[in-house]
């Protein structure tokens, strides 16, 4: 059963409180768990995501069983944006799962469809856990993150150049010069609030040896904009602020 959307008058657009936020992390509990229930992983995952895009803290491994009708029935005041990002998050804990249960994956599609969410990734994830996670890294090349960045903006990024996008550069002492640089910003600026991260952690600039990838680099700085450390749930943290950051769900809206 497809719970209708709400008409103009009937829509909620108030951000979720402490009781909602329970609600959709029992729905999302309930569509992405294994049968041994959330892994590790997957309460830590859900756990920062809530608590960042929130403010609430939940816990979603203590959390009551629901089914896809009920859940959807307690959005019905929630628009199809809203509806749609739960979904997001659902696939989300659900793609960390590996192997994948095809039982998890359709489920997932049972939760969406009684909210009326259609999103392409799940028939990628029902694919993935039919056995197709071998072709998932050139999907991500073919298709993904870098598909609609402009390509002055990979220039700047020193990755247009290389091989894969995602690879290290270990050889580059002017891109590495360039990060160096940023200590001699003064106190209290973004850029100089990037190098002291970098030397409190005994992190190496992009372009020496042992270093990130430039392109994974550029996240450092939202983990100084944002104030979140380096721990498991903090680099979770970041991607939240991200996604949350962001009010279109499709990847377009990444492209500069």
Known sequence: MIVPLPS???????PPDAGETAT??????????????????QGVLLSAVFASMTGHQVDPTTAEPIDPDGFAESLSRR???????IVQVMLLGELILHPLPVEVADRVRRFAAAMGVDDDMIDVAESYASGALDVAAADFARNGYLASVNPVRLRALHASALAQSWAAVTGDPRLAAKWQSLEQLPVGTLGRGVTDFYRDRGF????????APPLLAQHDWVHVLAGYGTTLESELEVFAFIARANDDPEPSACSP
């Open 8 to 14: 103009a008058a009937e829509v909620d657009l108030r």
């Open 24 to 41: 959709l992390a029992r729905g999302i509990a309930s569509a992405v768990a294994t049968a041994q229930g959330l892994t590790p992983l």
């Open 79 to 85: 628009n199809l944006a809203f509806r749609s990002r």
């Open 204 to 211: 190496v600039y992009p372009g020496l040896p042992g270093s």
